[in-house]
């Protein structure tokens, strides 16, 4: 479920994704996923972070962290960041499941891990933010 407005409603019972809507790549990668998931969008609530420092505080987020990793809270209340968000997300998404279950293997995460790092550090030093 897209979220109207700013943040309007977050649903208790989907899985919320607290993504960075003042970054072009974020707000594309949201639309792919938009798109991939089709009818299974509502089973989604998408939280854009800008502006947030003090909701995320309460959430137990550090403003910062939510802008270098993404975080995803599942329907249970448990807040997971980074690969184990991507992986929640992609979980949700039939044709991905296997690419999920790809980034979770040993081998795989720890390389994985640290391009993402290494690609949300150029991300953000384009923008000033580090």
Known sequence: MSSTGKNSHVAADKLIVYYDGACPKCI???K???KLVGSKS???CWFDITDQEDQLQKLGIDPQKALS???VRDSSGRI???L???ILLLNEIPL???LAWLIG???IRPLLAKLYHWQVTQRLRKRGLL
């Open 32 to 34: 792919n996923y938009e």
């Open 42 to 44: 509502d089973s989604v």
């Open 105 to 107: 293997l040993p081998l």
């Open 69 to 71: 990793e993404l975080h």
């Open 80 to 82: 997971v960041s980074e």
């Open 96 to 98: 991905l499941k296997p």
């Open 84 to 86: 184990d968000a991507y």
């Open 28 to 30: 594309r990668d949201r």
